[in-house]
Antibody, heavy 122, light 110 residues
Framework: QVQLVESGGGVVQPGRSLRLSCAAS????????MHWVRQAPGKGLEWVAG????????YYEDSVKGRFTISRDNSKNTLYLQMNSLRAEDTAVYYC???????????????WGQGTLVTVSS | QSALSQPASVSGSPGQSITISCTGT?????????VSWYQQHPGKAPKLMIY???NRPSGVSNRFSASKSGDTASLTISGLQAEDEATYYCSSYTSSNTVAFGGGTKLTVL
């Protein structure tokens, strides 16, 4: 069965960096687009970044452009989110999510991980 | 402020039907048939309930249905059950090559 397991969250000071990982199993990882979606405490869902199946195409929400980098290692079935210059408003649970169709970068997410909490605080 | 607009809350009694609206623009809901709906219980990951405006994934109850008219999408849950109590999010692909979510609607089953 499809499993997505995020890791790498924690407490970090403003301006510092953190790298999240999402280990995937139960499907042919290299053929699916993958995304990161976050949820601030008590708030709604916010799309953050996405990657095509081969990592060639990358997409970012405006507030994270230039600070966050999405990448993937298809040999390790793992998705990453490198987060630099972190701000208090980046505090959220970060979910990785799988795109439903093969070789498609979008349009909805059929499987989600359980999330990893990132807290940006001094 | 979320890109798509949803009511903050709705409620209904067991057995009744409720409808949640989701309003966007011609750059998202109105421009594409890529509207999806997610259910989220407290402390849990979102679950896909509807995709491509009105399609249900395998395993989702046929009590859930959805549609779209112009820039507004709607989710209807019929025969409300206690387990339906959750927050529901609409989502749409956008012309900016992003995904927009609604602010979420908390459903209370009275």
């Amino acid at each position: 069965q499809v499993q997505l397991v995020e890791s790498g969250g924690g407490v970090v000071q403003p301006g510092r960096s953190l790298r999240l990982s999402c280990a995937a199993s139960g499907f042919t990882f290299r053929t699916y687009g993958m995304h990161w979606v976050r949820q601030a405490p008590g708030k709604g869902l916010e799309w953050v970044a996405g990657s095509s199946n081969d990592g060639t195409n990358k997409y970012y929400e405006d507030s994270v452009k230039g600070r966050f980098t999405i990448s993937r290692d298809n040999s390790k079935n793992t998705l990453y989110l490198q987060m630099n210059s972190l701000r208090a408003e980046d505090t959220a649970v970060y979910y990785c999510a799988k795109v439903s169709g093969n070789y498609v970068d979008w349009y909805y997410f059929d499987y989600w991980g359980q999330g990893t909490l990132v807290t940006v605080s001094s | 402020q979320s890109a798509l607009s949803q009511p903050a809350s709705v409620s209904g009694s067991p057995g009744q039907s409720i409808t949640i609206s989701c309003t966007g623009t011609s750059s998202d809901i109105g421009g594409y048939n890529y509207v999806s709906w997610y259910q989220q219980h407290p402390g849990k990951a979102p679950k896909l309930m509807i995709y491509d405006v009105s399609n249900r994934p395998s395993g989702v109850s046929n009590r859930f249905s959805a549609s779209k008219s112009g820039d507004t999408a709607s989710l209807t849950i019929s025969g409300l059950q206690a387990e339906d109590e959750a927050t529901y999010y609409c989502s749409s692909y956008t012309s900016s090559n992003t995904v927009a979510f609604g602010g979420g609607t908390k459903l209370t089953v009275l």
